[in-house]
């Protein structure tokens, strides 16, 4: 981390601390500040648009750590998420079982089914890995199109969250509930990173024969990225099922899959602000098109074939993936993080 | 630091082919605690797949390998750096995402005992062990003078530095033995003393220098050191074993090896009268 | 046994697709070592675009033809010039991804010009069935067949003693020795974009006719992935032989599991030879085990 010029670090802990300077333990409050009083400045609508925003931020921050840290190529991320989200349903509409097992639970099988479908990662990596994800999102939505249990292709209605007697019914009690939840995964996220764990992740990412040969044990380390990257995804899964309502497979398309690996490398692999970025943006311009860009085209330009509003989505993000790999590939983060030292060095920056 | 001289690896018969292209014929040799022992041979005389047999990373198809006494033939390579055995490589194999620390921090990795749950939550043990570590590591930086480097990112280091950094990040395993992979390749004659002069300063042990991290002040009593250099090898190495073809062809001191024939035959030159 | 009978040469004859479109994966696999996700929307694309000079035109068959290979040459060209030469040297998961939003792309792309999602290509082959022993067989399965076996000779004859096709094999072993040798690597990549699409077009056109142009077409490139897989993911002998051992297992496992297990089962059993490859023999039946020098 660059500091103000002038800072000097007298400690270890000084010199790793996240939040050194008063300037950052001042923005940090304020930044909190601002994310707890959400709820009073924020409509109805967009408290929904930030409770999507939260949710998908905890699966990404999973992903983020399987792909951006360890470096395991996974393109079946919305399956993961689909199985948390069905285990949450079934628990509590079948089974009338209470929130927090299903959310529990729904983690705990998301990331065993993650350790599974990972196993070929410790042989294979790459391409090979990736077509195993996908293999494993098609089987996963193929099991829950036709099993009974889960509703088959009709789909399977779920509750409302609720802990203790208190039933998170609107959007504002669900945004603290997201939020929190949220932020404890950023923050297990950044101490990971910084820490041993982290640390072997990222050897195994960058020169995984070289990080066996240091001492780290590849299988495990593996196996643990993703079992932590599904067990997020399963966190997130359980959110949204009872975010929504009603579930059904089609809400955990292989196109979900690719639009969260566009949101790790649009923000940035491999950093905690990273998946921040990108989920934000992508989730952001999702909104804007569908509800305001489009309705307006159509409305000026009635000569508009009628393809335009659900082929327009695709065309754009995918437009947009490419240009960030092409001109950004260290994402919105290295952006945010030029940005930073700009300002810091200001008038000096260049 | 120990006075006895006993056999820290053993090779037995080493035998190693990939489909049929033999790259180790019946190699036997002892490394011995405290001595600097050189491997020297041609290229492609096998002296790489030797290190990495050790390390586990080949498997052999036939022979043993013993370190201290306990067999250790195609052991998973992080088991080998669990019990001491710690190498750099030929081509550099660092961490090119992290910065000079953090690949030596990553190094402590079997030394450390954080889990993923205590890792996540950090506050507490974590912080405390990483602090502890940290230490270790500094020292480590210190001695190797690469102080200025610390918080560059690996990749966008010149090579010289870079040779420096997998020296010190083998050390921070504070292992047993060292394998070194002809640590001078590239280097200018400069740059070679300075590396010459770490081995054996690593050797040695630095003492009251450092009187908290045991590596450097205990040093590391058994170096081994396969390199092209045949001045450096002359100098520093206590015992020099000869690999041509794949197998070995000479063993002895450097007094001995310097007129040996076959090896003069094989590798240093024919005397010009 | 007709019942078999017919199962196996459906299965045949949509492996044999399904190989012909994994063949464009291996070649542009071999040559550049870039895994190319975009396939199934690749073929998606280019059965439009057939249907369109066909239908839509009203081209006349050789014309329409015509026009599609060029299309495809086209495509090729594009993707490898505007996305994937920029990232030459970048590690391997930014080239699947660019690969992932070139298919998202195009995936939009359809849609936006063709919205009503589903159409058929007129008829292409003779209509009279055949009868091979106690099954009715329609012709244009035998054709299929046929078609594939003449494209991939023609791809091992070219691979084996043109010059380009040599150098995309070289290419693919080691890119700066090929360069040193004064063959421009580009253009290596290029022609073996420009290929991949030309043969995936083919597959596209082959299994429209049979099938119809839904979305489903993007699974079926998918599919290819797991002929790709199992035969071996740089090996053309491979991809043949691993394609119709697929379309086998889609078509007799489809048409006999079916009743006892749940419909649909066809669709999955591709992938779960994926799982199944990845555990057992992940290189697949031809592919070359990478061994990593340190």
Redesign the interface.
């Known amino acids: 981390m660059s500091l103000p010029s002038g800072t000097r670090n007298y400690t ?2 000084q010199d ?1 601390a996240i939040l050194r300077t008063k300037t950052h333990w001042a923005l940090f409050i304020g930044l909190l500040v601002l994310l707890m009083a959400a709820p009073l400045y924020l409509s109805n609508y967009w408290l929904g648009v930030a409770n999507l925003i939260g949710i998908t931020l905890i699966a990404a921050i999973g992903l983020n750590i399987l792909t951006g840290y360890c470096g395991q190529l996974s393109i079946g991320h919305a399956g993961f998420i689909a199985v948390g989200a069905y285990t949450a349903a079934v628990l509590t509409n079948r089974l009338e079982l209470p929130f927090l097992v299903g959310l529990i639970s729904g983690g705990l099988t998301a990331g065993a089914i993650g350790l599974i479908f990972g196993l070929p990662s410790v042989r294979v990596k790459g391409f090979y890995l990736a077509i195993t994800t996908i293999a494993a999102q098609f089987i996963i939505i193929w099991v829950i199109n036709h099993w009974s249990v889960t509703g088959g292709f009709v789909g399977i209605k779920v509750p409302y969250a609720s802990i203790g007697g208190f039933v998170f019914r609107t959007e504002t009690s669900q945004f603290y509930l997201i939020a929190t939840i949220a932020a404890l995964c950023t923050f ?1 996220a950044k ?2 990173a ?7 992740f ?2 195994i ?3 995984d ?10 299988l495990y380390y593996k196996l ?1 990225a993703f079992f ?1 990257g599904c067990f997020m995804a399963g966190i997130a899964g359980a959110l949204l099922a009872h975010w929504i309502g009603f579930l059904n497979a089609e809400q955990f398309s292989l196109t979900e899959s690719i639009l969260y690996i566009g949101m790790i490398i649009i923000g940035g692999l ?1 950093t905690t602000v990273g998946p921040i970025f990108g989920v934000i943006f992508i989730r952001l311009l999702q909104q804007i098109l569908t509800v305001q860009v489009v309705p307006f085209l159509e409305r000026t330009f009635t000569m508009m074939p009628s393809g335009f509003a659900t082929g327009v989505t695709p065309m754009l993000f995918g437009l947009v993936i490419i240009l960030f790999l092409i001109l950004e590939p260290r994402g919105l983060a290295h952006r945010w993080a030029l940005l930073k030292s700009a300002y810091r060095l200001w008038p000096f920056s260049y | 630091m120990s006075d006895k001289n006993d056999v820290k690896i053993k090779i037995e018969n080493l035998s190693l082919s ?1 489909g049929g292209v033999k790259a180790l014929i019946d190699v036997s040799l002892e490394i011995r605690n405290n001595e600097i022992l050189a491997i020297i041979g041609p290229n492609g005389a096998g002296k790489t797949c030797l290190l ?1 047999c050790i ?1 586990g ?1 080949y498997k052999p198809q036939k022979g043993e390998i013993y370190f201290e006494g306990r067999r250790i033939t195609r052991i ?3 088991k ?3 019990l001491g055995l710690a ?1 750099t ?1 030929q ?1 550099i ?6 910065s000079t620390l ?1 690949n030596i ?6 030394l ?1 005992k ?3 749950l205590s ?4 506050f507490g043990w ?2 405390e ?3 502890a570590h ?2 270790t590591v ?1 020292d480590i930086i210190d001695f190797l003078e690469i102080e200025p480097i610390r918080k560059k990112i690996v990749g966008m280091l010149p090579y010289g530095m870079r040779k420096r950094v997998e020296l010190g ?1 083998a050390l921070a ?1 504070e292992p047993k033995v060292l394998l070194l992979d002809e640590p001078m390749a590239g280097m200018n004659l400069e740059e070679k003393e300075d590396i010459a002069r770490f081995i054996i300063d690593i050797f040695e042990g630095q003492g009251e220098t450092y009187p908290q991290s045991p590596v450097l002040r205990d040093g590391v009593n058994c170096i081994v050191l396969v390199e092209h250099d045949m001045g450096v090898v002359m100098d520093i190495a206590d015992r020099i074993v000869v690999l041509d073809f794949g197998r070995k062809i000479a063993e002895g001191t450097p007094a001995e090896i310097r007129t040996n024939p076959e090896v003069i035959a094989a590798y240093l030159g024919e005397e010009k009268h | 046994m007709a019942e078999l009978l017919q199962f196996t040469i459906t299965g045949i004859a949509v492996g044999m697709v399904y190989a012909l479109i994994a063949l464009g994966f291996v070649l542009i696999w071999k040559s550049s070592g870039v895994a190319n996700l975009a396939l199934g929307q690749i073929v998606l694309l280019s059965s439009w675009f057939t249907y369109a000079m066909l239908v839509q035109a009203e081209f006349p068959l050789w014309l329409a033809f015509l026009l599609v290979i060029l299309f495809a040459l086209g495509l090729g060209w594009m993707i490898e010039r505007f996305a994937l030469r920029p990232l030459i040297a970048q590690p391997i998961l930014a080239l699947i991804t660019v690969t992932l939003g070139i298919g998202y792309f195009i995936e939009g792309v359809v849609i936006f010009i063709w919205p009503w999602s589903v159409d058929a290509l007129p008829r292409l082959f003779p209509r009279e069935v055949l009868h091979i022993g106690p099954a009715v067989v329609s012709q244009e399965y035998v054709w299929v067949v046929g078609i594939c076996l003449l494209v991939f000779a023609l791809l091992t004859l070219f691979f084996r003693y043109h010059k380009m096709g040599i150098a995309m094999r070289a290419t693919a072993d080691d890119q700066m020795a090929v360069q040193a040798c004064g063959i421009p690597v580009t253009t290596v990549f290029s022609r073996s974009w420009m290929f991949a699409c030309v043969v995936a077009a083919i597959g596209g056109i082959l299994i429209s006719s049979i099938g119809g142009i839904t979305q489903g077409l993007i699974e079926t490139g998918l599919k290819a992935f797991s002929v790709v897989i199992l035969g071996g993911l740089d090996s053309f002998l491979g991809a043949i032989v691993a394609g119709p051992i697929i379309g086998l297992a889609e078509s007799l496992g489809g048409g006999y599991l079916t009743p006892y297990l749940w419909a649909g089962v066809k669709d999955i059993i591709p992938f779960i030879i994926i799982i199944i490859v990845m555990i057992i023999k992940p290189y697949g039946l031809f592919g070359e085990v990478r ?1 990593e020098r ?1």
Not at chain 1, 209 to 218: P, S, Y
Not at chain 2, 93 to 98: D, I, M, P, Q, S
Not at chain 2, 105 to 110: G, N
């Open positions: 270890y802990a790793m297990f101490n990971l910084r820490t041993r764990v982290g640390r072997a990222i050897a990412r960058d020169n024969l070289a990080a066996e040969v240091m001492g780290i044990n590849l643990l932590i491999g | 990939f990495n390390s990373f998973r390579p992080d080998a750096a669990r190498r490589f081509n194999e660092l961490f090119t995402g992290l953090d921090m990553a190094a402590r990795h079997v450390m954080q889990n993923f890792s996540a939550l950090y974590a912080h062990e990483e602090i940290r230490r500094e990040r395993i | 061994i340190i």
